[in-house]
T-cell receptor, first 113, second 113 residues
Framework: KAGVTQTPRYLIKTRGQQVTLSCSPI?????VSWYQQTPGQGLQFLFE???????NKGNFPGRFSGRQFSNSRSEMNVSTLELGDSALYLC????????????FGSGTRLTVV | DQQVKQNSPSLSVQEGRISILNCDYTNSMFDYFLWYKKYPAEGPTFLIS?????DKNEDGRFTVFLNKSAKHLSLHIVPSQPGDSAVYFC????????????FGKGTKLTVNP
C-alpha cells in the first residue's frame, strides 16, 4: 500500500513569507503528527491531529499551525518565516493509539533565505 | 528539558561486530519505547519497540533492552552490517491518550567493511 506522501519535497522561501506543507497519510490511518528535524536537535514534536481535531501540540510559536481534513490529509502552515525555520519537516501517520509507532513520510526540506 | 537523551552523537564499529546504542530517559511516565533508523533524505523507519512490562525484545539481528530502574534502554545489533549505517533515534511515549513521541537527538552509526 502507498506510504505517507509529503509534498513538496523541497522548498525555498524568503524570510517573512509563509508556507504550506501537505501530508497524505496511509489509507486508513486517522492519526497524523508533524515533527521538525534540525541538525543537532533531533525530532521536535509540532502537533498531532485525529479526526480533524488537534489532539496535542508541541512547544512552538503560534506562527506554526496545522489542520486535518475529513479524508485525514493534513497541512501545516508556517507564517512570517524566519531563518531558524529552515529544517526537515516530517509527517507521520498511525492507526490510532495502537502503540505500534508511526510511519513517516520522506519529509519536506524547507530552506528559508 | 530533554526527556530522552542519546549521549553518543556517533558510533563506529567493524562489520560483523556488535553495535550497542544507548538511550536514557527522565520521565517515569514513559511506558513505551521505540527505535527508528533514518537514512539521509528519507523519513525515519520504525525498527523495534518495547513496552515497559518487558525488559527485552528481539527481532532478528536487533534486540532492545530496557532497564526501568535505571531509566535506560539500549539497542543491540548483531552482527552489524554496512547497510546498518544510519542515524538511530530512540523515542518514548506515555499513556496520555496521544500518539506523541519524544525523540532523542540521534546517534549516527557507521559500520565499516
Amino acid at each position: 500500500k502507498a506510504g505517507v506522501t509529503q509534498t513538496p519535497r523541497y522548498l525555498i522561501k524568503t524570510r517573512g513569507q509563509q508556507v504550506t506543507l501537505s501530508c497524505s497519510p496511509i489509507s486508513g490511518h486517522r492519526s497524523v503528527s508533524w515533527y521538525q528535524q534540525t541538525p543537532g536537535q533531533g525530532l521536535q514534536f509540532l502537533f498531532e491531529y485525529f479526526s480533524e481535531t488537534q489532539r496535542n501540540k508541541g512547544n512552538f510559536p503560534g506562527r506554526f499551525s496545522g489542520r486535518q481534513f475529513s479524508n485525514s490529509r493534513s497541512e501545516m502552515n508556517v507564517s512570517t518565516l524566519e531563518l531558524g525555520d529552515s529544517a526537515l519537516y516530517l509527517c507521520a501517520s498511525s492507526l490510532d493509539l495502537e502503540r505500534a509507532g508511526y510511519t513517516f513520510g520522506s519529509g519536506t526540506r524547507l530552506t528559508v533565505v | 528539558d530533554q526527556q530522552v537523551k542519546q549521549n553518543s552523537p556517533s558510533l563506529s564499529v567493524q562489520e560483523g561486530r556488535i553495535s550497542i546504542l544507548n538511550c536514557d530517559y527522565t520521565n517515569s511516565m514513559f511506558d513505551y519505547f521505540l527505535w527508528y533508523k533514518k537514512y539521509p533524505a528519507e523519513g525515519p523507519t520504525f525498527l523495534i519497540s518495547i513496552s515497559s512490562i518487558k525488559d527485552k525484545n528481539e527481532d532478528g539481528r536487533f534486540t532492545v533492552f530496557l532497564n526501568k530502574s535505571a531509566k535506560h534502554l539500549s539497542l543491540h545489533i548483531v552482527p552489524s552490517q554496512p547497510g546498518d549505517s544510519a542515524v538511530y533515534f530512540c523515542a518514548a511515549s506515555d499513556q496520555g491518550g496521544s500518539e506523541k513521541l519524544v525523540f532523542g537527538k540521534g546517534t549516527k552509526l557507521t559500520v565499516n567493511p
